[in-house]
């Protein structure tokens, strides 16, 4: 075996076994150092000439190009091993709760809104969602409230000043009935889909303030009618009350968007001050709904010659203080730590 080879059979040897970056380091210098072994055996290319000269050079120049390569290889290959080993110490579960759980406590209307959310998705319904800032043409006049009509100005609104385009003045939403029209636009009956969002009204007192939150619903069908709708309240409401049955009263009542309308109650009594629902006769008012008026399945881009609608709404704030007990409206907004520490819910309920 030659010299070269010799060295060659060596380094690559100890290439292959190497393993750290630091011992790589010095194999490299006890290889191509000012000492190295390849430049040891340069320096006896100084005493020869000739055919001689030029075979060793050229055999050492191609041990001098694998052993870099194979060096290279190495570099690279510890360089990963050891990248890896840092992340897997410094590794940071991105998922985990930046605190313990019982940091703080869950709104009430987000957990209702999540009840809510649940049943409906129960039933296959989509999520649907709107602008909070819309057009008149949105909140009145595609929901069959044309300019002029007296159901505008029963709804309070805030408009926003100097804001308007092509749609007419821009306002804050009164409810979250115009999230029907793009719901019905956006997507090819049958449709199911409910939204929950925010609604603002200029009024203010124990029952009324000026943001509070609705759930809307809405469904198109070949051939459904309101004993569909009465079934599917009945069913949200012992679901989402926890009662095994209730009694329903749909009261005749008026909404531009929907013909016929219909406010609905359902039965309750007092005990001990608090309120059972599914029992007694007395009667509480949860929720409006109706058919879909053909002029807002118009609006809403449906042909209303195939398929119905039927259409609902209703607040969370009033769903969770008779599910929860939490008795002034206005307790809702004012994020007062003790009213918080009082109602609200801990993570672990979830
Ligand atoms: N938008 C109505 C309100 O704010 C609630 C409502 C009633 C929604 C009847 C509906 C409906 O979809 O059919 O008072």
Known sequence: MSELER?????????????????????????????GKITEIMKKLRDMDGDEKRQLGAAINSLKDEIMEKLDEKFYELEMQELDKKLAS???????????NCFGKIHPITKVEEEVAHIFSSYGFAFAD????????????AL?????????????TF???KLADENGRKLLRTHTSPVQIYAMRANEPPLRCFSIGRVYRSDYDATHTPMFTQVEGVVLEKNIGFSHLKWLLSDFVKKFFEVKTVQMRFRPSFF???????EIDINYEMRDGKIIFGVGDRWL?????????PNVLKYGKVDGEKYQGLAFGFGIERLASLKYGIPDLRGYFESNERWINAFGFSHATR
């Open 7 to 35: 060295l060659q059979a060596s380094c690559l040897y100890e290439i292959a076994n190497c393993d750290s970056l630091k011992k790589l380091d010095m194999l490299k210098s006890a290889v191509f150092g000012k000492n």
């Open 90 to 100: 410094e590794f940071v579960d991105v998922g985990m709760p930046s605190r313990p």
């Open 130 to 141: 709107g602008p909070d800032v819309e057009s008149e043409y949105f909140n009145f006049t």
């Open 144 to 156: 069959n409230m044309p300019d002029h009509h007296p159901a505008k100005t029963m709804h309070d």
């Open 159 to 161: 408009y926003v000043h």
């Open 256 to 262: 531009p968007f929907t013909e016929p309308s219909a």
């Open 285 to 293: 008012e949860i929720a409006g709904g109706g058919a879909v008026h």
